[in-house]
């Protein structure tokens, strides 16, 4: 790459950011669904036009955001995790809570970002495919303590599966961790799920007047997640 090329490319990524970063302050202001490229352009004193250069469409503009809010999520919990797994005394369920808290973390520091990949769907705007391999990551990260728990000395408890349930389980366990049993991937499904239902009720308030301790709260919510997942409290035996 020449020089002037180089130049271009630098100034290009600035635009592309700050266009991003407007797009972000709107979205706290007035939600996805009100979002606007000629809005962006105006506040940041652009031709319309100019714009479309960057982003040729809102849902672009969009799918831009969500994998960027997906990937400042999963780039937390990640860094939790680690930082935790480097501990000598570290064990599944000190991982499993510390991707969990950092999750809840980031929803609280990141509340409007949060609302774009977990709240409400932008009327008529559909995520791309492109948006899947950031939303997949902490959903892999909580997937790889438990494989890592299946792996180790105590495994995994299992809570047995309704037979109708079975043809299902064994769907997505191919889909999902075909290195787990059944009855753990249906278990990291659901707590997968609960976890971010458990955040979206303290982001959007409905804990109100309910909870008010909500970092024990979590915590202890976390801790019973891993537990049905398998990763047992300490001092548990696995199921037989």
Same mark, same amino acid.
């Given at each position: 790459?020449?020089?002037?090329?180089?130049?271009?490319?630098?100034?290009? @990524?600035?635009?592309? #950011?700050?266009?991003?970063?407007? +797009?972000?302050?709107?979205?706290?202001? #007035?939600?996805?669904?009100?979002?606007?490229?000629?809005?962006?352009?105006? /506040?940041? %004193?652009?031709?319309?036009?100019?714009?479309?250069?960057?982003?040729?469409?809102?849902?672009?503009?969009?799918?831009?955001?969500?994998?960027?809010?997906?990937? =400042?999520?999963? *780039?937390?919990?990640?860094?939790?995790?680690?930082?935790? *797994?480097?501990?000598?005394?570290?064990?599944?369920?000190?991982?499993?809570? *510390?991707?969990?808290?950092?999750?809840?973390?980031?929803?609280?520091?990141?509340?409007? /970002?949060?609302?774009?990949?977990?709240?409400?769907?932008?009327?008529?705007?559909?995520?791309?495919?492109?948006?899947?391999?950031?939303?997949?990551?902490? &959903? !892999?990260?909580?997937?790889?303590?438990?494989?890592?728990?299946?792996?180790?000395?105590? %495994?995994?408890?299992?809570?047995?599966?309704? /037979?109708? !349930?079975?043809?299902?389980?064994?769907?997505?366990?191919?889909?999902?961790?075909?290195?787990?049993?059944? #009855?753990?991937?249906? +278990?990291?499904?659901?707590?997968? =799920? /609960?976890?971010? &239902?458990?955040?979206?009720?303290?982001?959007?308030?409905?804990?109100? @007047?309910?909870? #008010?301790?909500?970092?024990?709260?979590?915590?202890?919510?976390?801790?019973?997640?891993?537990?049905?997942?398998?990763?047992?409290?300490?001092?548990? +035996?696995?199921? *037989?």
């Amino acid at each position: 790459m020449s020089a002037t090329e180089g130049v271009r490319a630098r100034a290009r @990524q600035e635009i592309t #950011e700050a266009i991003k970063g407007e +797009a972000r302050r709107q979205l706290a202001e #007035e939600g996805g669904a009100k979002l606007s490229l000629r809005a962006v352009a105006r /506040e940041l %004193g652009m031709a319309s036009s100019a714009v479309y250069r960057y982003f040729p469409s809102r849902d672009d503009l969009l799918t831009a955001l969500i994998i960027d809010a997906y990937d =400042s999520l999963g *780039a937390a919990a990640e860094g939790a995790e680690s930082e935790v *797994a480097a501990a000598s005394d570290a064990t599944a369920l000190s991982r499993w809570i *510390a991707v969990c808290e950092a999750v809840r973390g980031w929803a609280l520091t990141h509340p409007h /970002e949060y609302a774009l990949i977990y709240g409400t769907p932008v009327p008529g705007y559909r995520a791309p495919r492109t948006t899947v391999p950031a939303a997949a990551r902490v &959903g !892999l990260l909580l997937i790889g303590i438990a494989r890592d728990a299946h792996r180790g000395p105590a %495994g995994l408890s299992r809570t047995p599966l309704p /037979e109708g !349930l079975r043809p299902e389980a064994v769907r997505m366990t191919a889909d999902l961790a075909p290195d787990l049993p059944p #009855e753990a991937v249906v +278990a990291l499904v659901a707590a997968w =799920s /609960e976890l971010f &239902g458990l955040i979206g009720f303290e982001v959007f308030g409905q804990f109100h @007047q309910v909870v #008010e301790d909500r970092a024990a709260f979590f915590r202890h919510a976390a801790a019973r997640l891993a537990h049905e997942v398998g990763i047992a409290f300490p001092g548990a +035996a696995p199921d *037989a």
